[in-house]
């Protein structure tokens, strides 16, 4: 099974914390090492959240909140917040776009499912003619950024 991540494109559009046993800044909440939001099931180590809170707090404000992942309708709904991805490279060579990705944590899907699931809980910047597709990274600081949020905010080795 895969920890989902996905991406719709979207429109032109940090501080450290240090966190005690818990403490609440709207719209985040911090607890025991993790970062959690307050309106809907994204949650983060505080390392990741430390190094990407402008993208975080981006993502909230650009980004259109996902639908329910939940494969079981009956179940607690599981919607994502996006993380906003600014374009990578130099004006005119962009190796890669700006989007919104949704790092899915709390339901494991295979691929296809993975990739139905995008296309019905992710809408692009033009509305729902356009769904999210599965993320697609060209950049190696955007895939490094990927790696961090799967790995829970370990560095990937590169600098």
């Known amino acids: ?23 609440h800044i709207s719209p985040w909440i911090f607890k025991n090492g993790t970062v959690y939001s307050t309106s809907s099931n994204s949650s983060y180590s505080a390392k990741f959240f430390n190094k990407y809170r402008e993208s975080l707090e981006k993502g909230r404000a650009l980004c259109p909140r996902s639908g329910n992942f939940n494969p079981d309708p009956s179940g607690p709904a599981h919607s ?22 949704y790092i899915v944590s709390t339901v494991a899907l295979n691929w296809v499912a993975a990739k139905t699931a995008c296309e019905a809980n992710v809408v692009g910047a033009c509305g729902i003619t356009c769904p999210g597709t599965l993320v697609t990274i060209h950049s190696l600081k955007n895939n ?11 560095p990937t080795g590169r600098t």
Do not use: H, W
Not at 3 to 21: D, E, G, H, I, R
Not at 81 to 101: A, I, M, N, R, W
């Open 80 to 101: 994502f917040d996006g993380v906003y991805f600014e374009d990578d490279g130099p004006v005119g060579k962009l190796s890669d776009y700006q989007k919104c990705v």
């Open 1 to 23: 099974m895969y920890k989902l991540l996905l991406f719709s494109v979207v429109a032109n559009c940090a501080q450290n914390v240090t966190q005690p046993v818990e403490r």
């Open 144 to 154: 490094d950024k990927v790696g961090e949020a799967i790995y829970n905010g370990k």
